[in-house]
Each structure stands twice: as structure tokens, then as C-alpha cells.
């Protein structure tokens, strides 16, 4: 079977859950969080994780490495997100709030909310390395997503 993916890029996780569960895509990559309740319900079969090591909240599921997709270990899939403003905001705003995001997310008690709904608390980075890793992924999961694509259930 060959798969010829077309990636999209979309504005939340509910839009792509919806068109997941409806047959309007049929492979999707998202964090365990949003998606957890679709595995749970059964409206989603999890193929694989992103993730280096399996996760807490899906143990039975491979990772990529495990299902052969070794070269995918060299960035971390790990649930992440950004927080995003204007390209045009003035660098010394965007450089506080990392530094205030980079202090709420190593809070212990946010890492353990996060971790109780089966997630990872992801290390925060500076404006350039979030850049920088946010298209190294795009660049690598839209290959993957062809083969992830042969591997659904039918």
C-alpha cells in the first residue's frame, strides 16, 4: 500500500479529532492529553506513541522505535506545546514571558497535574530552540505519517 500524505496543519485539537473520527483523515498525530478520551471511548485506535520510551498512560502502545522507525528518536515527540504571539512583539517581551513560562512549567505541582493525565512534563526552551524544533518535527512527521498510514487499522 502507498500512502502519499498531505499535511495539515490544524487549529486545535478538537477540529482534528472531529475529521479523525469522522473518516475525513485517517492518521493523525496529537498529544496524549487531548486525545485520551477518543482511545478511551474507542472512537480512536493509538498506533504508535512519539514518544523516546512508552508512555505512562498507554502502555500496551509501541513507540516508533519498536515498530522500526529508530531514526525518529533524534528529536523528541513528547507531548509539547507552544505559547505564541506576534511575530512583530518586541524581543525583550518575548524573552519575559519564557522566562515566566519556563517558572510555571517547573513548578511541581503543575508536573504532576500533567503527569496525572498521562503526560510528560516537556523541558521549556528558549524562543529559537522552540522555532528551531518546531520545524525539525513538521519536517520529520510528514514521512511518517505515510508509514503510520500503512500500518492503521483497515
Known sequence: MKADPITVQYGGSALIHSDLIAGRVHVAMDSIGPIMPHITSGTVVPVATLSQTREKALPNIPTLAELGFSDFNEVRYEAWNSIDVPAKTPDAIVQVLNR???EVLENPELQTRIERVGMSAF????FKDTLDFTVKVSARLTP???ELAKLAPK
Open 100 to 102: 515566566a513560562m519556563a
Open 123 to 126: 523541558k521549556p526552551m528558549s
Open 144 to 146: 511518517l505519517a505515510a
